[in-house]
């Protein structure tokens, strides 16, 4: 279902991307497959909980190295 939402956006290779309300990442895992290219884009997960941006940088550790910025944000 995501990426029928996400090709709806039309994300192309390149873009810079928001996930705002990224939870642990799974969406920003879907994004940065999408828009990744030979040129550097950027990648920005945001979510309200430490808690879970911790987590998503584990999963971005370990399983899904990628270049993506998460942060906390109200």
Known sequence: ???LAFRALQIQPGMDCLDIGCGTGYT????????????RNRILGIDIS????????????S????DAQLRTQN
Request: hydrophobic share 55%; glycine share 4%.
């Open 63 to 66: 399983a899904h190295p990628i």
């Open 28 to 39: 920003t895992v879907l994004l940065h497959a999408m828009a990744q290219s030979e040129v």
């Open 50 to 61: 430490p808690h879970a941006i911790e987590i998503a940088r584990g999963i971005f550790r």
């Open 1 to 3: 279902l995501h990426l």
